[in-house]
């Protein structure tokens, strides 16, 4: 069952949630949103969280997980 968790990543502008966009959709099995004001990204996934989180840094920013939603 896929899981949705809640990660802040420092996103400043639409470039950064454009990178967080394409990192995210070459995972190919997940659904995502994100909230570039609040800085917010939610992953609707069954993989592990230290993977999601590694998968979200590299697009350079810092990365928060902040649970469950």
């Known amino acids: 069952v896929a899981t949705t968790h809640e990660f802040e990543v420092a996103m400043t502008c639409e470039g950064c949630s454009g990178a967080v966009t394409r990192i995210l959709n070459k995972l190919g099995d997940v659904k995502f949103e994100i909230d570039l004001p609040k800085k917010l990204v939610w992953i609707e996934s ?4 230290e993977f999601l989180t590694e998968t979200l840094k590299k697009c350079g920013k810092e990365v928060k997980y902040n649970g469950t939603k």
């Open 46 to 49: 069954e993989k592990d969280i």
